[in-house]
């Protein structure tokens, strides 16, 4: 069977994009690095190859290259940018330094129609970012497209059935950009649209089965959309050998452990444990201040507190988590060039030794994909529109050391916040909100009398996915609203600050 796309990732900023618009299309992607060993892309049988685009040039010393081998496989390939350069250069044709680095718009003339540029529309805006230009092309191909500064702006072999496109059709900003991945996949390599998540359930719900038989599953619930949409998935395949756990880190939103059991045990009706361990997490990230630290202690007492539910209750065998595809690109990176940021708890902060198996179905999903599934499977608005949380909670949103009334003040400023988010109707509006505290103080005035008091910080994001967001540009009255109220609501804050801050460069959480 043909497993849909596999895009080769030489480090470009839209990597990620390509595999979203490929899946927006129905057909299943997935990202490698572009050194992956060619019998891992055999095993995985792709129906079509995309090489991304990267910020090197092909004559580069470190350039990442692959074997010309794959493009011998017989697969359709496509290049985009650097792709296309790399293309090029495996057939020995020269790239070589544009006059002008193009960066921006241009127009796409289309030279010869063909089924790559099947109705794609004469003179469509394309949007490029390069360095280098092919001057160049190799032999069996033909150029179908140019723009004022590149002639040689796609190319295409049938008999190769290998195709590339200096400009990024992955990006909204390349107006025909979805019509040429389409052609690309239906016209030129026959894909089936099929991926949807209707049939990932069901495909999910027999491999889950398979896997674990009469097993039991330990989950732990965080109250985020993701791990409870994994319950319902888990419930519906192996019923009662599911063990959801919700665990007081006591690093929650403001009464969050209360309300999300009650809504877990009345509205969703699992039949889940509540574990109160807030005393513990407290104490291991005592005078703890350095943020790669706070996650690994947290990942280890998470799964000692784990541990603990399974002496009273028996034997597991499995884990699961609801681990997403952006996580796993950001802590593992799967894709060569980039590096690892964070260790998401989900993800690489846990500790090696866990005598259990680890189980994410959510492995190769974008979060608004989990989001379908969860109304699929019938969750309820609240759930599916809650922003999410980390796993290490506030702890990454105090910044140096962890103290219990540090989290107090947090809790209620973070309470004002999120409680105007909703009279203002923004909450859903957005992709997270949240306040963070900061170890500085600053001198204020509140009735005549001098404040000593901490800084906090307000941060709402905008994004699609987590991988990259903006921040939000919220309404004035909204903001002087939340921050008189912080201050004049919750003691020992006496100044709140906005982030002006997008990702990259920063990233949402501070820590
Ligand atoms: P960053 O801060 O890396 O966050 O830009 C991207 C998204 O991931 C969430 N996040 C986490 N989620 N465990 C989680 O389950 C974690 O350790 C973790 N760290 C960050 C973050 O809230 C944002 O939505």
């Given at each position: 069977?043909?497993?849909?796309?596999?895009?080769?990732d030489?480090?470009?900023?839209?990597?990620k994009?390509?595999?979203?618009?490929v899946?927006?299309?129905?057909?299943?992607?997935?990202?490698?690095?572009?050194?992956?060993?060619?019998?891992k892309?055999?095993?995985?049988?792709?129906?079509?190859?995309?090489l991304?685009g990267?910020?090197?040039?092909?004559?580069?010393?470190?350039?990442?290259?692959?074997?010309?081998?794959?493009?011998?496989l017989?697969?359709p390939?496509?290049?985009?940018?650097?792709?296309?350069?790399?293309i090029?250069?495996l057939?020995?044709?020269?790239?070589?330094?544009?006059?002008?680095?193009?960066?921006?718009?241009?127009?796409?003339?289309?030279?010869?129609?063909s089924?790559?540029?099947?109705n794609?529309?004469?003179?469509?805006?394309?949007?490029?970012?390069?360095?280098d230009?092919?001057?160049?092309?190799?032999?069996?191909?033909?150029?179908?497209?140019?723009?004022?500064?590149?002639?040689?702006?796609?190319?295409e072999?049938n008999?190769?059935?290998?195709?590339?496109?200096?400009?990024?059709p992955?990006?909204?900003?390349?107006?025909?950009?979805?019509?040429i991945?389409?052609?690309?996949?239906?016209?030129?390599?026959n894909?089936?649209?099929?991926?949807?998540m209707?049939?990932?359930?069901?495909?999910?719900i027999?491999?889950i089965?398979?896997?674990?038989?009469?097993?039991?599953?330990?989950?732990g619930l965080?109250?985020?959309?993701?791990s409870?949409?994994?319950a319902?998935?888990?419930?519906?395949?192996i019923?009662?050998?599911?063990?959801?756990?919700?665990?007081?880190?006591?690093?929650?939103?403001?009464n969050?452990?209360?309300?999300?059991?009650?809504?877990?045990?009345?509205?969703l009706?699992?039949?889940?444990h509540?574990?109160?361990?807030?005393?513990?997490?407290?104490?291991?990230?005592?005078?703890?201040?350095?943020?790669?630290?706070k996650?690994?202690?947290?990942?280890?007492?998470?799964?000692?507190?784990?541990?603990?539910?399974?002496?009273?209750?028996?034997?597991?065998?499995?884990?699961?988590?609801?681990?997403l595809?952006?996580?796993?690109?950001e802590?593992?990176s799967v894709?060569?060039?980039?590096?690892?940021?964070?260790?998401?708890?989900?993800?690489?902060?846990?500790p090696?030794n866990?005598?259990?198996?680890?189980?994410?179905?959510?492995?190769?999903l974008f979060?608004?994909?989990?989001?379908?599934?969860?109304?699929?499977?019938?969750?309820?608005?609240?759930?599916?529109?809650?922003?999410?949380?980390?796993?290490?909670?506030?702890?990454?949103?105090?910044?140096?050391?962890?103290?219990?009334?540090?989290v107090?003040?947090?809790?209620?400023?973070d309470?004002?916040?999120?409680?105007e988010?909703?009279?203002?109707?923004?909450y859903?509006?957005?992709?997270?909100?949240?306040?963070?505290?900061?170890?500085?103080?600053?001198?204020?005035v509140?009735?005549?009398?001098?404040t000593y008091?901490?800084?906090?910080?307000?941060?709402?994001?905008?994004?699609i996915d987590?991988m990259?967001?903006?921040?939000?540009?919220?309404?004035?009255?909204?903001l002087?609203?939340?921050?008189?109220?912080?201050v004049?609501?919750?003691?020992?804050?006496?100044?709140?600050?906005?982030?002006?801050?997008?990702?990259?460069?920063?990233?949402?959480?501070?820590?």
């Open positions: 069977m043909k497993n849909g796309v596999l895009i080769l030489f480090g470009s900023q839209y990597t994009l390509i595999a979203r618009r899946r927006e299309l129905k057909v299943y992607s997935e990202i490698m690095p572009f050194n992956v060993n060619i019998e892309i055999k095993n995985f049988q792709p129906g079509a190859i995309i991304s990267g910020p090197s040039s092909v004559y580069g010393e470190k350039s990442p290259k692959i074997k010309p081998e794959i493009l011998e017989g697969i390939i496509l290049g985009i940018c650097y792709g296309l350069q790399l090029a250069y057939f020995k044709m020269k790239v070589a330094p544009a006059k002008n680095r193009e960066y921006g718009f241009a127009n796409l003339e289309i030279v010869r129609r089924r790559l540029l099947k794609v529309k004469n003179n469509s805006k394309v949007w490029m970012s390069h360095g230009k092919i001057s160049q092309y190799p032999e069996d191909f033909i150029v179908t497209g140019k723009t004022k500064n590149t002639e040689i702006t796609v190319i072999s008999k190769r059935n290998i195709f590339g496109v200096q400009f990024h992955e990006v909204i900003h390349t107006k025909e950009g979805k019509k991945i389409y052609n690309f996949l239906f016209e030129i390599s894909l089936k649209s099929d991926w949807d209707e049939n990932f359930i069901k495909s999910s027999t491999k089965k398979k896997k674990v038989g009469t097993q039991k599953i330990m989950l965080s109250g985020g959309v993701d409870t949409v994994l319902l998935l888990l419930r519906k395949s019923g009662n050998q599911l063990i959801p756990v919700f665990i007081d880190t006591g690093l929650l939103r403001k969050e452990y209360k309300d999300l059991m009650d809504k877990f045990k009345n509205q009706n699992l039949n889940v509540g574990v109160d361990a807030s005393k513990i997490f407290l104490k291991n990230l005592k005078k703890i201040r350095s943020p790669e630290r996650r690994k202690i947290i990942g280890k007492t998470f799964i000692d507190t784990f541990r603990s539910v399974e002496e009273k209750i028996g034997k597991v065998n499995f884990f699961a988590q609801g681990t595809y952006p996580d796993v690109i802590s593992n894709s060569g060039p980039s590096v690892k940021i964070k260790s998401h708890h989900n993800v690489g902060g846990l090696k866990i005598e259990w198996k680890i189980i994410e179905p959510f492995r190769e979060k608004d994909e989990v989001r379908e599934i969860g109304k699929d499977l019938g969750l309820s608005e609240i759930f599916i529109n809650r922003h999410p949380f980390p796993g290490p909670g506030l702890a990454v949103r105090i910044i140096g050391e962890i103290r219990e009334d540090k107090k003040k947090l809790q209620s400023a309470e004002i916040l999120i409680e988010l909703n009279n203002f109707k923004i859903n509006k957005v992709w997270q909100a949240f306040v963070v505290l900061l170890p500085v103080k600053s001198v204020g509140m009735g005549d009398i001098r008091e901490n800084v906090a910080v307000i941060r709402i994001v905008e994004s987590g990259t967001a903006d921040w939000y540009p919220a309404p004035y009255d909204f002087k609203k939340v921050a008189n109220r912080i004049n609501e919750v003691k020992g804050i006496n100044r709140v600050t906005y982030d002006l801050t997008s990702k990259p460069p920063g990233t949402i959480e501070w820590e």
